[in-house]
């Protein structure tokens, strides 16, 4: 059974710190998305990593892909409050010809001022 | 494009009642799935579709049914509301494999 694990599951930090979100799987992947969730809204997408090594960055996020160590790191450099959400892995597995995602629990990201 | 829409944004359920839940897209896209989402938690697939007159189930079917008789909509049958089935409802799309899954902003059922 394909897992997707994340964690921490909580975080919270201080405006200004960095910090790192982890989302392992236990199968072999075709791709991996990374998706933000503010309180009682939708899923945004915020990256796809479509290969081994990949990075990708936005503002103050960055995300990469280890799939030999079938691991994603979603880095956060010098939080500010309006990165407070839960971020969500989400993993499509090899060969998943139907597109069907894999996601994690999440991770409840709280940035204090 | 309004993207993925989705109605009710909110309903309240009796125990045994039966109702269906709304989700359009305007993206001509051929992908559509069904989620929930339990408190605190990850997204379980309920039901997909690769495109009209297809349908398959995800990983927690029991209790629901869908249909897809159009590229545009994917509604979502409860029979038989059950506690266990609050929750909220995310409808998503995607034009192709491994592309970006699009949501839709949920509704939020309580069963009673």
């Known amino acids: 059974e394909l897992k997707v694990e994340q964690n921490p599951l909580f975080l919270s930090m201080q405006e200004g710190k960095n910090y790192t979100i982890y989302c392992n799987y236990s199968t072999t992947s075709d791709r991996l998305y990374w998706y933000r969730q503010d309180p009682g809204k939708s899923l945004e997408s915020l990256f796809v990593l479509l290969s081994n090594g990949a990075v990708k960055q936005e503002g103050r996020l960055m995300a990469s892909l280890d799939t030999k160590a079938r691991l994603s790191t979603l880095h956060i450099t010098a939080a500010v409050h309006d990165l407070s959400a839960t971020y969500f892995c989400a993993v499509l597995p090899y060969g998943g010809a139907t597109n069907k995602l894999i996601f994690g629990t999440g991770t409840l990201l709280a940035v204090q001022p | 494009n309004a993207g993925v829409t989705q109605t009710p944004k909110f309903r309240i359920l009796k125990i045994g009642q039966s109702m269906t839940l709304q989700c359009t897209q305007d993206m001509n896209h051929n992908y559509m799935y069904w989620y929930r989402q339990d408190p605190g938690m990850g997204l379980k697939l309920i039901y997909y579709?690769?495109?009209?007159?297809?349908?398959d189930k995800g990983e927690v079917p029991n209790g629901y049914n869908v249909s897809r008789s159009t590229t545009e909509d994917f509604p979502l049958r409860l029979e038989l509301a059950a506690p266990s089935q609050t929750s909220v409802y995310f409808c998503a799309s995607t034009q192709g494999w491994g592309e970006t899954q699009y949501f839709g902003p949920g509704t939020r059922l309580l069963v009673l």
């Open positions: 579709s690769v495109g009209a007159g297809i349908t």
